[in-house]
Every structure is written in structure tokens, then in C-alpha cells.
């Protein structure tokens, strides 16, 4: 997005015209602006500007089904992702619930979701955008469409409502991919909602929502004392149970029919209360959430064996109380790592034997692993606060990628463990060291996330080529001072990582040594631009060569050959008038043709010496060149002599 | 040739310029030259002194030297030498002979040529020599100017 008045409209895939002055609601959690199509029909469609795409985008958009609103195009502009898609076909689920029967609901919401939910299923995807607002009546309002799926990151958009308790804990970009569990849950509020004519538990904050639904069960949070239709409310109770292995699949769902029954083994909260801190706990759920909020008091609970027993007593929990028994032994502080707080290990490894289906509590904050890398990308979406967000959840990150076989431990939920795995195998592969690997990750991760820099954040740039066209416009002596140049160069480590994981994936990890080479900041940026001219097939760059002209003159300096520099000099300014970054370096960093140079002046220096030396008086050259003149004058004395002698022979006797 | 003489006057110049080293059988054909035809050995001898006063003016008067100066006396010498060989020695036409202003004066001259004419080659041949190594240290010193511009110096244009 520029400024909007510098640029109003844009071209998209040479059909679609996107007026970026003109924004529409929301759609997908994108923003949205009127787009209309300039080819042959001239009708109005939208344009979603999506900054956090599924990394399986491509997939995601070849779903087709009758209730998912389908997108016409993908393209990038300037390195920015756009997807094109036609105005849905009736106002979303916000603007008022449907007073629907219960076979209305089955058809118009259930089935056409359990179907979407179904074709996600074979593909292995998760939707995890089932909620009002990405809901759309459609044509005659007798079923509900789903709004374009995989432009927002998963869950982050959902309101607390709507997850199930394994995510809802989480902040919403921590919510990790989920399952498809997790569409089934939000799926039975939504149908609840459809039920009632309301969002369940309307009106409370999110914490006062949490708190009940962790005491109470979300089902009985949300259903409990309303009368729901006879046909659903079997469904509607397994929908929203908090153990996912509980909730129907999506084939149970599709094949729905009103007289259908699940069974669901009950939860029953305990008969008397754990008093955690001033707050009284009924489940185990809500323990390890508390656990979570409080872990001082939980910590002494534990080490009083109070948990361990009111698990026994009050909930018949015998397994679940001998496992936090005998795990609370081993986390004393006999651990060789000195790193960690045992009492935090304790804490996160007794949650998960509360709470098997909870995400990992780390850090003091509950996540998915495999969110990690979204969450970073979060964090560098912040703008300004961003920096302590980043900071933790970098120093989170590179224990877990550092940590592996801590989670390798059979009371770490397998979930969490092989999410783990994943990650430590995404990190691994990229053979960076360090900050930069952190940095790297939600690259790594997901090809399509847009340049987290805070310079070009709002570009929402996602493909290399969006980098070079960004630095040529912004490498005015205005916006990049030299001083800034020299020091930190055309771009910044953001950009780097962006740039290096996109070459990797590529494998073109030649352009990247340089930045190992120890080669000036600037120069090993420009031979990352280069790479990416040469490889985007991009055109000429005239402001990145031109500013760079002076400093890649400098470098000349290392050319000892006064007229090599002065060669290289003209093809250095040809260059720069062809913007052609790769024939800039060519030019000035020409390691082959710099040894030779310095062999040369090496010869040259010698033969010097050798000159000079020659130059030195010879204390001998003049005795020397006196007696060589003597014996010369001699010389030519004696042959004047012979032949005066053989005249006066002559005169004597032959006349 | 030139590698020759340097030779010969190396070596001249190691042996002991003044006295000549005179052997026994020099005394013998002295002697029999005295006794047979002391009228030829006289013109010879007057004729060759200005060979012993050039070793005696001259301390760098080496073999060498002596020998440029033979040819030069020899020729002077040619002709009283025949006219003595036709009188058979006679004492009276010999002394008459060596007399003779001319001849004394054309054998002295013979010894001036000599010298002039190895003094002025010399000093031609170290005028040469003096002018090729000027020419050739402008030579060198001209490529070591432009080795330093091509090498060595930065240019103050360039930057």
C-alpha cells in the first residue's frame, strides 16, 4: 500500500484495476479495495491485500466448492502480493443471524461447511477462518459462503468465542496451523450462534469467557440452560467438546441428518474446589490455565503434593496424579542445565499432564511450536513496540530450536513434540548461525510472508524482486545518507534474511557468501541485488547505480594500474548509465583480474628496484672506462703506427 | 682485439715498468752486434732513445706503450737502417747518419705522434664512453618514471 494520493490506482495481472483510495470491509481479515476488471466484461470485483498468507496459498486457492468464495487471480505487483476475488454474494453473518430452522441449519450451514472442511481434509489443510465475519449469505440467503480461505494467518483473526480452548489460550498469532478439530469447534459455535440468533457468551471479556469456559466446559459454558433444536443439540454438545478426539470428523458432519446422536463421554468437574491463589479450580483444564497465570502458588501446591492428591480424591484421577508425582522429583534442581528454571520446566511439563491437548506453555506465554516463526513475523509487524515482542519471542524460539531433546520426553504431548521436530529441522536446514537463523525463520517457513523490515513493511513485499524495485526507489541521498550507506548498507538484516532465505529456497546460496566474505556491508548488499536482478530478470536499476558509483569508484583504489582504473572508470560509468548491477560489480570487483594486477605491479616494483640499483655509481666504472679509453687510444695509435711503418717501408723500398 | 690488449695491459701493468728484465743472451747479442757492425748498432741505439726517455718521463709507459712506439720509431728508422746495411756499417757514415738534424728530429717526432695519437683516442673513446652512459641512465631513468606514474603513485585526478 503507498500513499494513496502518489498511488491511487494499480494494475494488477494486466486486467484487474485496483483503486487503493477506495477501501471496502474486510474480507478474509485482508484489507479490501474496489478492483474492477478492465478486460472484456468491465465488472467490479475486489482486491484483498493479504501480509501473512498460508505458506500453502497456492493449494488453498485450487479448493473449489459451490459455498467458498473463489478467487479469480493471485499476482504480485511490485514484489506485493494481490488476490483478486468477486464481491461475495450476500452480506456476512455479522450483519444479523438467520432465523433458521433446524434442517436450514443442516443444509445451508452444516453440510456446505462439513463439505469445505472435507475437500481441506484430503489436502491436508486446516481453514481455521469459521467465523461471522468470513461468513456470507449467499444467493437467496438460504445457505451460508465461506469468505476466501489462507490469506490471514491461522486462527488470528478468530474472535476467543470461536477457538477451542487449546488454541483460545493462545495469543492469536500463536495459535499454530491447529487441526481440523479446531474448524470442526468453531464450526459448532457458529452453529450455535445460528441456533440462538447470538454469539454464545455475548457481552463478557475475553478473560471473563476463558475463565467459565475452562471451569465450566465450553459446551456447558456455551449451551448450558438453553434449549437448542432436538436434531443438533447431540452434535452441537461433541462439536464443542474441549477434547478434540471427542468432536465429530467432518464426514460425520456431511452425512448429518436431524435423528443423528455422537456420544461423548462426560468431563465431571471436581466435588470440591483446588484453591489456587484466591481463585477456585474445578477441572484439571482450568488448573494448568491457572497454573499458567499463578506459578508461584502452583509451585507450592506441587511440592506439597496438594495437586497430586485433590487429582486422587476429588477427581478420581489416579494415572494423571502418580505422573505429577513422580515427574516432581525430577525437576528439582539436580538438572545439569543451569540454564533452565526447573520450577518453569515444571510448570510446562505438569500442564501437559493436565492438560495433554493444551499448547506448550514456555516463557511465560502459551503457544504452538509451529507457530513460532508466525509469531515472529507478529512481532515484527508491530512498528513500534515491536521490540521487546521480538526479543522474547526470539529468546523463546532459539531455546526451543536450541533445546530439542528437552521436548523429547514421553510426557510432552506428541503434538507439541513432532511440532518441535519441525521446527528444529526448518532451522537446521539452513545452516545459519545465531540471530540470523531466528530472523530467517518465518521465511523459511513461509514463502510468501511479506519483508518484516520496518522500512518496507508497509510494501508488503513477498517476492525478491519487490526488494530491488523498493531500494530503487528509496536510495535518494535523502532517505539513505552516506554515512548510512557505508555503515550499514543499501539494506537492512531484515531484508538480508528475507532475501537469503528466498535464495535458498531457490538454491542460489553463491550471492549469499558474500555476506560471509567480509566484504563491505554495502558491497555484499549490492551483490545480493545483483543476484536478485539477474535472477527476477528485473530491469535496469539507473538509482541504485548511480548512488553506488561513487563508492564502487573508490574501490578502484585497490587497482595499482593507473590505466586499468582509468578503463575500469569508463566502463564503471557505462555501467551505471545502463543501471546494470551485475556488470557494476563485474567491473569492480574483479578478484581474477585484481591478483593479476597486483602480480604485475609486483614485477613492476621489482623491475624498479633493479633500475634504481642500476643507476647507482659503479666505484669501479671509471678505472675501468679509464683503461678501456687507454687502450683504445693505444689502440688506434698502434694501427696508425703499423701503417705508418708500412708507408716508410714502402717509400723506402719499393720507390 | 680490444679483449687482447686489455689483457696485455693488465698485465703490463703488474710487471716492474722501469727496468726492462735483461737476460744473458741479450749481453751475448749486444756484444756480437758491437763487435761486427757497431756503426749499425750505434744508429739503431741513438735512434731508439727516445723509446728509454719515454720510460723514463712516462711511469705508465707499459709493454704495451713501448710497442705502439716501435712501429712509430720503425718507421722513422727504416731509412738510416738501410743506408747503414748498404755502407756495411761504415763508423764514418753512420755517425754522419745519426747527424743528421732531420732524422733526429723525424725519430723524435715519430715518438710525439705516437703519444699524441694514443692520448687524443683515448680521451675520444672516454668522451664516448662518458655519452653512452648518459644515454643510458636517461633511458633508465625515463621507464623508472613511468613504471612510478603506472604503479606506484595514486593519481589526484582519478578521485
New interface residues.
Partial sequence: MQGKEELPELMIGDRYLVSQSRRLADIGGCPTFAAQNVGASGSSCLALAPSSPSPRLPEILMLRHDCLMSVYAHEHSKGALWVICGHPPGPPLTDGFPSWGENQIIEGAVRPLAAILLLMQEAELTCRAIRPDNLFFGSGMNKLVLGPAGLAPPGMHQPLVFEPLSSAVCHPAARGDGTLACDVFSMGVLIVSLCFGEVPLKGLTDEQILERRLQMGSAEAYIGGRSLPDGLASMLWAMLSDDPASRPSPSDLFTMAPSKLFSLRPESPARVPLRIGTVDVWTPRALAWHAARAPVEFSSLLQRQVIASWLRNELKQGRMASLIEQTGGSFLPSSDRKAIDPATLAITRVIAILDPSAPLFWGGRWFWPNALPQMLAYAGSLGDKRQNEERDVSMITSFIMGNPEMFDHPLVPEAQKTQVMELVVLGQRTGVKGPDRIRRLPYDNNPLQVCLSPRCIVDRISQMSGILSWAEQHSSENELPVEGLTRNGLLDAEMRSFLASHFARQRLTSALEAQKAGLPIWNADLILLAAVQRVAEQGAVPAITRRMFPLL??E??HW????G??KR?LALEDAVAQGNLTKLLRIAEDPHGLRLDQQ??QR??Q??AR??H??EPDPDMSAR??????????????I???G??M???W???CR | ??KL??NK??AATLSVPDIPAFRWWHGIIIGLLLAYTPGSLLVGGVLLLPLVFLRLIDP?ADG??V??????L???M??PL?VAWSVRGDWATCLSEITQPTILILDWL?LG??WL??????????VW??ES?RQR?KA??A??KA?????????SS??
Avoid: C
Fill in positions: 569508484k573508490q578502484l583504489r595499482r594500474s593507473r590505466t582504473r582509468a572508470r604485475t605491479a613492476a616494483e623491475e624498479i633500475l634504481v642500476a643507476l672506462n679509464k683503461r678501456l679509453a687507454r687502450n683504445t687510444g693505444e689502440f688506434v695509435s698502434l696508425t703506427g703499423i705508418v711503418a708507408t716508410s717501408v717509400f723506402e723500398f | 682485439m680490444a690488449m686489455r695491459g693488465s705508465e704495451q706503450r710497442m705502439v712506439v716501435m712501429f712509430y720503425g718507421a722513422a727504416v731509412h738501410r715519430a705522434a705516437a695519437i694514443a692520448e687524443v683516442g683515448s680521451m675520444g673513446a672516454r664512453y662518458a652512459e641512465r633508465i631513468e621507464r623508472i613504471l612510478q606514474e603506472e604503479w606506484i603513485q595514486p593519481d582519478e578521485d
